[in-house]
């Protein structure tokens, strides 16, 4: 896992590989401590390196985003690849998350906002 302040208000966090029950608990632990500081206001997963991800993994993102939701962070996906996406739409979790294609998206629409 890498965990990288893209901004002043930006956090990124980028898992690798497998995220499944094995290393699940790890990933928590990097989510919970980015969505609950009091800085950045914005939490963004990039997907880019994830071949695989499990339902364990899968209620690990919900429960960063949750937690995200109850500190009014915003917390995006982005860079999925099209099996991880896929797993997104068939639990309509696509639905639930703010998902962008590629980091130049995210960085359009956080410039908007801000």
């Known amino acids: 896992m890498k965990t ?3 901004q002043p208000q930006v956090t990124v966090v980028q898992p690798q590989g497998h995220i499944n029950a094995s ?5 928590q632990q990097q989510l919970t401590t980015a969505v609950s ?18 339902s364990t993994g899968l ?5 960063a985003l949750s937690s995200a ?10 860079c ?6 896929i797993i997104f ?3 309509q979790l696509d639905r639930v998350f703010e998902i ?15």
């Open 89 to 91: 739409e068939l639990t």
């Open 4 to 6: 990288v302040l893209l």
């Open 59 to 63: 209620m690990t993102l919900v429960s």
């Open 100 to 114: 962008f294609e590629d980091r130049a998206s995210f960085e359009a629409a956080i410039a908007v906002t801000a």
């Open 69 to 78: 939701q109850r500190f009014n962070h915003r917390f995006s996906l982005c």
């Open 37 to 54: 500081s009091r800085q950045p206001q914005v939490v963004l997963i990039d997907m880019s390196k994830v071949e695989s991800l499990d």
């Open 80 to 85: 999925m690849s099209a099996p991880i996406r």
């Open 23 to 27: 290393n699940s608990v790890e990933l």
